[in-house]
Nanobody, 119 residues
Framework: VQLVESGGGLVQAGGSLRLSCIASGMGFTINTMGWYRQAPGKQRELVARITNLGGSTVYADSVKGRFTISRDYAKNMMYLQMNSLKPEDTAVYYC?????????????WGQGTQVTVSS
């Protein structure tokens, strides 16, 4: 399973960005997709996660009320709408998917997309 993110960039504080992630491959199902981020010198952290069944969501406390995660199940895509961005949101954002192929379970990551928020 391959994941490709897009939509990162440079934005001023208070601005918005929308990240996208598309999953591709042969014969796979997705159980959960999520967005993680890693700032310089810090550990990778969960930003938001959404399940395939029921679409339940989990958000980091730091982004609640500002970020919204969503899925387009037909297109195997996931989005992260980021509003009211703050300089502390600056990080590389990674797409993650966990699911099953015909052979085994997988835990896939994208290459990351840079988000930079200027003050």
């Amino acid at each position: 399973v391959q994941l490709v993110e897009s939509g990162g960039g440079l934005v001023q504080a208070g601005g918005s960005l929308r990240l996208s992630c598309i999953a591709s491959g042969m014969g796979f199902t997705i159980n959960t997709m999520g967005w993680y981020r890693q700032a310089p010198g810090k550990q990778r952290e969960l930003v938001a996660r959404i399940t395939n069944l029921g679409g339940s969501t989990v958000y980091a406390d730091s982004v609640k009320g500002r970020f919204t995660i969503s899925r387009d199940y037909a297109k195997n895509m996931m989005y992260l709408q980021m509003n009211s961005l703050k300089p502390e949101d600056t990080a590389v954002y990674y797409c993650n998917a966990v699911g099953d192929t015909e052979i085994s379970r997988y835990d896939a990551w994208g290459q990351g997309t840079q988000v930079t928020v200027s003050s």
